[in-house]
C-alpha cells in the first residue's frame, strides 16, 4: 500500500512544504493493527462517535509516532479573522469544492501531493473520511458531497459558512537528521505517512476543534453568527476536509488548514 511522505525544505526564507509518494507498507500494517484490536475495525465510530475511544487510539498511536515512525505530531489550532467566510452562493459553494478536491479551475493544483489531503467521502450512508485514490475517485467524491449538501436544503441566505482553521504540527528537532535526504537535487527531511497516520492526524484535529471551545468560549472580534459556529450551536456539517498538500510555515511552525463548511439550523 502505497503511504505518503512530506518534506520540509529548509532555505533562507523559511521551510516549504511538499508531499511525496513513498512506500510505508509496514507501518501501515502495524497502525491497521493497532486501530482494528482497539475499536474493532469500525472507522465510523473512530471518527463520530465514543470520544474517550477516540482519545485511547490517539495515544497509543502517539506512542508509535515517538518510536520514530511518524515523526510530525499534531500540536494545536488556529483561529484568526480570517477563519469565517460566508458562502453567498451555489456556485460559490461549487468553486468551494472544485479547490478542495483541486477539480475544475483548479486541477493544475493536483499532483502527487494530492494523495495526502483527507476528504468526507457521503457515498456511503454514514460520511466517512478518507484520502483519495484517484483523479476519478476525488471526482466522484465531490459529486457524492453536493449530493449529500442538496439533501440538507441550503438557501445561501446567510445560513452556509466555511471554516478554515489552521492545524499546527511539531517535527521534533533530534528527529531531523534521522530523516534527511536528497530529492530533485534539493536536502530536504522526508517524513514517511501511511493511510493510517493520516487518518490519525485527521482524528487529532477533529477532536481539538470539538474541545478548543471548552478551554476559551469565544473569540474576539468575531461576529456573534461567527462565535454561534465557533461554539458549535445549532450547526450542521455540509462538508469537511484536512488540506494536507499546501503546508505553509508560520512563525516558525508548519500547519495544514483544516476546512468546514456549515449549515445554521433553521429555525
Same mark, same amino acid.
Given at each position: 500500500?502505497?503511504a505518503i511522505?512530506?518534506?520540509?525544505?529548509?532555505?533562507?526564507?523559511?521551510?516549504f512544504?511538499?508531499?511525496?509518494a513513498?512506500t510505508g507498507?509496514a507501518a501501515d500494517?502495524r497502525?491497521?493493527?493497532i486501530t482494528q484490536n482497539?475499536?474493532?475495525g469500525?472507522?465510523?465510530?473512530?471518527?463520530?462517535d465514543?470520544m474517550?475511544s477516540?482519545r485511547?487510539?490517539?495515544r497509543?498511536i502517539e506512542?508509535?509516532?515517538?518510536?520514530?515512525?511518524?515523526p510530525?505530531?499534531?500540536e494545536?489550532?488556529?483561529?484568526?479573522?480570517?477563519t469565517y467566510?460566508l458562502?453567498?452562493?451555489?456556485?460559490?459553494?461549487?468553486?468551494?469544492?472544485?479547490y478542495?478536491?483541486r477539480?475544475?479551475e483548479y486541477?493544475?493544483l493536483?499532483d502527487r501531493q494530492?494523495k495526502s489531503?483527507?476528504?468526507?467521502?457521503?457515498a456511503r450512508?454514514?460520511?466517512?473520511f478518507?484520502s483519495?485514490?484517484s483523479?476519478?475517485?476525488?471526482?466522484n467524491?465531490e459529486?457524492?458531497?453536493k449530493?449529500w449538501?442538496?439533501k440538507?436544503?441550503?438557501?445561501f441566505d446567510?445560513d452556509?459558512?466555511?471554516?478554515n482553521?489552521r492545524?499546527f504540527f511539531?517535527?521534533?528537532?533530534?528527529?531531523?537528521?534521522r530523516?534527511?535526504?536528497?530529492?530533485?537535487g534539493?536536502?530536504?527531511t522526508? @517524513?514517511?505517512?501511511?493511510?493510517?497516520h493520516?487518518?490519525t492526524?485527521y482524528?487529532?484535529?477533529l &477532536?481539538?476543534? !470539538? +474541545?478548543?471551545?471548552?478551554q476559551?468560549?469565544?473569540l474576539e472580534g468575531?461576529s456573534e453568527v461567527?462565535?454561534q459556529i465557533?461554539?458549535?450551536?445549532?450547526?450542521?456539517?455540509?462538508f469537511?476536509?484536512l488540506i494536507?498538500d499546501? @503546508?505553509?510555515?508560520?512563525?516558525?511552525?508548519?500547519?495544514?488548514?483544516?476546512?468546514?463548511v456549515? &449549515?445554521?439550523? !433553521? +429555525?
Amino acid at each position: 500500500m502505497n503511504a505518503i511522505g512530506i518534506a520540509l525544505i529548509s532555505s533562507l526564507i523559511g521551510i516549504f512544504v511538499y508531499s511525496m509518494a513513498v512506500t510505508g507498507k509496514a507501518a501501515d500494517q502495524r497502525l491497521r493493527w493497532i486501530t482494528q484490536n482497539s475499536l474493532g475495525g469500525n472507522s465510523q465510530t473512530l471518527l463520530e462517535d465514543k470520544m474517550e475511544s477516540q482519545r485511547e487510539i490517539i495515544r497509543k498511536i502517539e506512542k508509535e509516532m515517538k518510536k520514530g515512525s511518524a515523526p510530525l505530531c499534531f500540536e494545536e489550532m488556529g483561529f484568526g479573522a480570517d477563519t469565517y467566510h460566508l458562502v453567498e452562493s451555489h456556485a460559490k459553494l461549487d468553486q468551494l469544492l472544485d479547490y478542495f478536491f483541486r477539480n475544475g479551475e483548479y486541477a493544475a493544483l493536483a499532483d502527487r501531493q494530492i494523495k495526502s489531503n483527507v476528504y468526507m467521502d457521503a457515498a456511503r450512508r454514514n460520511p466517512i473520511f478518507r484520502s483519495a485514490k484517484s483523479e476519478l475517485d476525488r471526482r466522484n467524491m465531490e459529486v457524492s458531497a453536493k449530493r449529500w449538501i442538496k439533501k440538507k436544503h441550503p438557501t445561501f441566505d446567510g445560513d452556509v459558512y466555511v471554516e478554515n482553521v489552521r492545524c499546527f504540527f511539531s517535527l521534533p528537532e533530534d528527529k531531523i537528521e534521522r530523516y534527511r535526504c536528497t530529492v530533485d537535487g534539493e536536502q530536504t527531511t522526508a @517524513m514517511i505517512f501511511s493511510k493510517r497516520h493520516l487518518e490519525t492526524l485527521y482524528l487529532q484535529c477533529l &477532536i481539538s476543534r !470539538k +474541545e478548543v471551545m471548552q478551554q476559551k468560549e469565544s473569540l474576539e472580534g468575531l461576529s456573534e453568527v461567527c462565535n454561534q459556529i465557533y461554539r458549535l450551536e445549532d450547526v450542521d456539517v455540509l462538508f469537511q476536509c484536512l488540506i494536507m498538500d499546501n @503546508m505553509q510555515e508560520e512563525d516558525g511552525r508548519i500547519y495544514a488548514q483544516f476546512s468546514t463548511v456549515y &449549515i445554521l439550523s !433553521k +429555525e
